[in-house]
C-alpha cells in the first residue's frame, strides 16, 4: 500500500461530504475534477491490490466512492469482482471489517449478504466495553469508525438505544480528552467526529473544545495539520515528500471532521469564539487537505501550498 492511494481514497470520503455539507463552495469544484480524473484511470485499481491485506476494502472503498454520474471509469468492474470473489458475504470477516464492508457497500448500492447494523453494532468493541471501565486498552480507530459507519458519518440516527448511546458517548468522550492531552492530532479529530456523529456538538463540549483548540494551533501557516501528533511534527527541514506520508492523514482526517461538525448544523461560523475559530479553519484545512492529497495524483508527494480559502485509517 502506498500513501497515495490511501489518500486518493480519504480525499473521495472527503469529497462526497464536502458535497452535502457545503455543495455550493466553489473550491469542491477542483477536488472533484481531480477524484473524477483519478477514478477513470484505468492503472488505478491495481494500485489498490499492491498490499493483499487491504486490496478488497480498498477496492469495495474505490467503488463505493466513485462521484455520483461518473462515466468511464472501471470502478462498475471492480465492484463486479468483489462480489465474484466472495467478500460482499459474512465469512472471514472480524466484526469490525464485517461493518465496514456492509457500509462501503451500501454506499456502493451493491447487494449482499452482510449482517444488520444492529447485530454488528452487538459485535463492535465500542459495544462490549462495558460503562465505567478504563478506555486505555480501546483502539481509537475502531471506536470512531464504528460511529462514523452506523451513522453515516452524521447523515442519519446511529440506530443506538439510551443506554447505548449514553455509554458510547462517555467513552468517545474519555477518549478525546486522552488522545488530546497525549497532542494526537489526527486521533482527536476523529473523536471529535465521532461526537458529532453521536448528537453532541464538540463546539461545546470541554473535550471537544480542547480538541478543536489544539487542532486550530497544530496548522500550519498553509492550514496543514503537520504528522498525526505533536511528538511526529513535521519542521523546516522535511522534504515534500516525507512531508507529504507525514501530514497527508492528519490534513484530510481534519479536514473532514471540522467540514461535517461546521457545515452540518446550523450557527456554524457563529457558535462562540471556539466554533468560530474552527469553522474558519475547517476552510483553509480543507483547502490544504485538497492539495496535500492531490499531491499524490502527479509528481510523487509535491508540497503544494493551499489555494486561498476565503474566509480543513
Same mark, same amino acid.
Given at each position: 500500500?502506498?500513501?497515495?492511494?490511501?489518500?486518493?481514497? !480519504?480525499?473521495?470520503? *472527503?469529497?462526497?461530504?464536502?458535497?452535502?455539507? /457545503?455543495?455550493?463552495?466553489?473550491?469542491?469544484?477542483? &477536488?472533484?475534477?481531480? &477524484?473524477?480524473?483519478?477514478?477513470?484511470?484505468?492503472?488505478?485499481?491495481?494500485?489498490?491490490?499492491?498490499?493483499?491485506?487491504?486490496?478488497?476494502?480498498?477496492?469495495?472503498?474505490?467503488?463505493?466512492? /466513485?462521484?455520483?454520474?461518473?462515466?468511464?471509469?472501471?470502478?462498475?468492474?471492480?465492484?463486479?469482482?468483489?462480489?465474484?470473489? +466472495?467478500?460482499?458475504?459474512? $465469512?472471514?470477516?472480524?466484526?469490525?471489517?464485517?461493518?465496514?464492508?456492509?457500509?462501503?457497500?451500501? &454506499?456502493?448500492? &451493491?447487494?449482499?449478504?452482510?449482517?444488520?447494523?444492529?447485530? *454488528?453494532?452487538?459485535?463492535?468493541?465500542?459495544?462490549?466495553?462495558?460503562? +465505567?471501565?478504563?478506555?486505555?486498552?480501546?483502539?481509537?480507530?475502531?471506536?470512531?469508525?464504528?460511529?462514523?459507519?452506523?451513522?453515516?458519518?452524521?447523515? $442519519?440516527?446511529?440506530?443506538?438505544?439510551?443506554?447505548? *448511546?449514553?455509554?458510547?458517548?462517555?467513552?468517545?468522550?474519555?477518549?478525546?480528552?486522552?488522545?488530546?492531552?497525549? +497532542?494526537?492530532?489526527?486521533?482527536?479529530?476523529?473523536?471529535?467526529?465521532?461526537?458529532?456523529?453521536?448528537?453532541?456538538?464538540?463546539?461545546?463540549?470541554?473535550?471537544? @473544545?480542547?480538541?478543536? $483548540?489544539?487542532?486550530?494551533?497544530? !496548522?500550519?501557516?498553509?492550514?496543514?495539520?503537520?504528522?498525526?501528533?505533536?511528538?511526529?511534527?513535521?519542521?523546516?527541514? @522535511?522534504?515534500?515528500?516525507?512531508?507529504?506520508?507525514?501530514?497527508? !492523514?492528519?490534513?484530510?482526517?481534519?479536514?473532514?471532521?471540522?467540514?461535517?461538525?461546521?457545515?452540518?448544523?446550523?450557527?456554524?461560523?457563529?457558535?462562540?469564539?471556539?466554533?468560530?475559530?474552527?469553522?474558519?479553519?475547517?476552510?483553509?484545512?480543507?483547502?490544504?487537505?485538497?492539495?496535500?492529497?492531490?499531491?499524490?495524483? =502527479?509528481?510523487?508527494?509535491?508540497?503544494?501550498? /493551499?489555494?486561498?480559502?476565503? =474566509?480543513?485509517?
Amino acid at each position: 500500500m502506498t500513501p497515495r492511494v490511501k489518500a486518493l481514497l !480519504q480525499l473521495a470520503l *472527503l469529497c462526497r461530504h464536502w458535497e452535502r455539507a /457545503a455543495p455550493a463552495d466553489p473550491a469542491l469544484a477542483e &477536488v472533484r475534477a481531480t &477524484v473524477e480524473r483519478v477514478w477513470r484511470r484505468p492503472e488505478y485499481p491495481r494500485q489498490l491490490t499492491l498490499d493483499p491485506r487491504y486490496s478488497q476494502p480498498f477496492r469495495l472503498m474505490y467503488g463505493a466512492l /466513485a462521484p455520483a454520474g461518473l462515466t468511464g471509469s472501471p470502478y462498475p468492474d471492480v465492484l463486479r469482482g468483489l462480489a465474484a470473489e +466472495g467478500f460482499l458475504a459474512p $465469512r472471514g470477516k472480524s466484526p469490525y471489517l464485517h461493518l465496514e464492508t456492509r457500509y462501503y457497500a451500501d &454506499v456502493a448500492g &451493491v447487494a449482499h449478504r452482510l449482517h444488520s447494523y444492529r447485530d *454488528l453494532w452487538a459485535a463492535s468493541e465500542l459495544a462490549r466495553h462495558g460503562g +465505567g471501565r478504563s478506555v486505555a486498552g480501546l483502539e481509537v480507530c475502531n471506536v470512531t469508525h464504528t460511529v462514523f459507519y452506523l451513522s453515516d458519518f452524521g447523515l $442519519r440516527d446511529p440506530g443506538l438505544d439510551a443506554e447505548d *448511546l449514553r455509554r458510547a458517548r462517555d467513552v468517545v468522550d474519555r477518549l478525546t480528552d486522552r488522545c488530546t492531552e497525549r +497532542g494526537e492530532w489526527d486521533l482527536s479529530a476523529k473523536l471529535v467526529l465521532a461526537q458529532h456523529c453521536l448528537g453532541l456538538d464538540p463546539r461545546q463540549t470541554p473535550s471537544g @473544545t480542547a480538541a478543536l $483548540r489544539m487542532l486550530a494551533e497544530a !496548522q500550519s501557516a498553509d492550514g496543514a495539520i503537520p504528522g498525526r501528533c505533536a511528538d511526529q511534527r513535521a519542521d523546516d527541514a @522535511t522534504t515534500p515528500a516525507a512531508f507529504f506520508r507525514m501530514a497527508y !492523514q492528519a490534513t484530510l482526517v481534519a479536514a473532514l471532521s471540522t467540514l461535517i461538525v461546521c457545515g452540518a448544523r446550523p450557527g456554524g461560523e457563529t457558535g462562540g469564539s471556539t466554533g468560530a475559530r474552527s469553522a474558519g479553519g475547517a476552510r483553509s484545512t480543507t483547502a490544504t487537505a485538497t492539495s496535500t492529497a492531490t499531491a499524490g495524483t =502527479g509528481d510523487a508527494g509535491a508540497r503544494t501550498p /493551499a489555494p486561498a480559502a476565503g =474566509g480543513a485509517r
